[in-house]
């Protein structure tokens, strides 16, 4: 049955919101997308997308256009930072040929969904700052233009600090982690190949990447911090800011250091998994629902997961909103918790101070020497999850009803 009886809004113009805006158009949905700012332009700089959010870009026909802008990833190499020296090879190419793991520069992946919605049909309307959602009793998003805007279906898209969140769960702020992060775009000198370098220094790292085709590589650089006191949650940065926290950082990274004339920081911030994803027509995506440190790079992965996800439960039972949402949450909590956490734990194996860090990269080193396979398959979890392929709606149909009998 198709969607064109329902009217749906969705908060936020990010991956996760522009995804769902243009699944559930492609259903035949009216879908209007309301975003604060005044154009859909993307600071950040790249996203490491992985195999199981290409599998969504795959089926909504968008993977070959970002694939010739965005290189493919070979492998995830682990280096000790005074020098560069390897500590572990996470051989993609080898021992997950069949996988797409792709670097990807945030603005070109924006600008194809956004792109690829607006075709369809979508409505974007920018300059629509969300105040709050009210439930009267359908909920209502108040806009800081005056204006109310409502639908039979609204999505809280909104990103870590949302709005359509509190709506639907106690009262907090987003927690800082004790950790901050610099990205900046550098020029390749350095003729880095296709693959993420990460360079583990205590209680610091720098990830880098080439992005586009590959003249440029991306750097995010990790330091923890005990206090964010910045009202915003990412500022323009000095850049000897950034150096002098990164000097002891030798070879390639202490090179790729040097370029830096241009940085963002930011402060990371977290919410634990909202316990309330969904309330009468009112339901939460992406990082709204779910915010994750960067250090699994799943965020935006699981946005387009929400997304596919959140569409199939809709067309399931489109004429009850209420199950099709409770069929969503049942659907994707449990992967997103464990998602979260995983990142949460990676923080601190990259950070290891001495005299711990010596003997753990010893261990990671024997370790891909003598298992070097089952270090990338450890992850299949993650990456092999293909939300595409597992009848998604017949399955969350189950799990819903299974959830309402409890
Ligand atoms: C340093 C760093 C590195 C990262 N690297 C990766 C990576 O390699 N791979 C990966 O998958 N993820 C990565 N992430 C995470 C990823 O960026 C996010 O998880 C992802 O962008 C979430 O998408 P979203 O659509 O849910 O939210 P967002 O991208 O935050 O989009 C929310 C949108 O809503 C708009 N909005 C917010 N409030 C309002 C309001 N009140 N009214 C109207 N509009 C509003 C915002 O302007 C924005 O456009 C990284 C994050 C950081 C900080």
Redesign the pocket.
């Known amino acids: 049955m198709a969607l064109d009886h329902l009217n749906i809004t969705i908060?936020?113009?990010?991956?996760?919101?522009l995804t769902a805006a243009l699944i559930l158009r492609r259903m035949g949905a009216e879908v209007t997308v309301?975003?604060?700012?005044e154009a859909i332009s993307e600071v950040?700089a790249?996203?490491?997308?992985?195999p199981n959010?290409m599998a969504v870009l795959r089926k909504l026909g968008l993977q070959d256009d970002l694939i010739w802008r965005s290189p493919r990833a070979r492998a995830v190499v682990l280096r000790s930072h005074r020098q560069g020296q390897e500590v572990l090879r996470l051989d993609l190419e080898q021992y997950a040929s069949d996988l797409n793991f792709y670097f990807v520069h945030?603005a070109d992946l924006i600008q194809i969904l956004a792109d690829a919605a607006r075709e369809e049909g979508v409505q974007i309307r920018l300059l629509?700052?969300?105040?709050r959602v009210e439930h009267n009793p359908k909920p209502v998003l108040q806009l800081a233009n005056g204006a109310q805007c409502g639908g039979d279906l609204i999505i809280g898209?909104?990103?870590?600090?949302?709005?359509a969140r509190k709506a639907l769960n106690e009262a907090g702020q987003p927690r800082f982690t004790g950790q901050v992060?610099w990205?900046a775009i550098v020029p390749n000198t350095s003729e880095l190949p296709n693959e993420a370098q990460v360079f583990m220094g205590p209680g610091r790292h720098l990830v880098a990447y080439p992005l586009r085709d590959g003249s440029k590589v991306n750097l995010?650089a990790v330091q923890e911090r005990k206090a964010w006191a910045d009202e915003g949650w990412h500022i323009q940065d000095a850049p000897e800011n950034v150096k002098t926290a990164f000097a002891s950082f030798g070879g390639v990274a202490g090179q790729l250091m040097n370029q830096i004339d241009e940085v963002m920081l930011?402060g990371?911030f977290r919410h634990p998994v909202a316990t309330n994803w969904h309330r009468g027509a009112l339901v939460l995506?992406?990082?709204?629902a779910h915010?994750?440190l960067?250090f699994m790079?799943?965020?935006?992965?699981?946005?387009l997961e929400d997304a596919w996800v959140l569409g199939q439960c809709i067309k399931a039972s489109p004429s009850d909103i209420p199950a099709a949402l409770a069929c969503y949450q049942a659907c994707r909590k449990d992967r997103a918790e464990k998602v979260v956490d995983a990142a949460t734990s990676n923080a601190w194996k990259y950070h290891l101070r001495p005299p711990l860090n010596w003997p753990a990269h010893q261990i990671l080193r024997t370790a891909g020497r003598l298992a070097p396979a089952r270090m990338v398959q450890q992850f299949d979890w993650i990456y092999r999850h293909n939300v595409t392929e597992q009848g998604a709606s017949g399955k969350a149909t189950e799990k819903a009803k299974e959830t309402e009998q409890a």
């Open positions: 908060a936020g113009a990010g991956i996760g919101g309301l975003e604060q700012a950040g790249g996203l490491q997308i992985s959010g945030r629509q700052k969300v105040l898209a909104d990103g870590l600090h949302s709005k992060a990205r995010v930011w990371l995506l992406g990082d709204a915010p994750t960067p790079a799943q965020g935006a992965n699981l946005a």
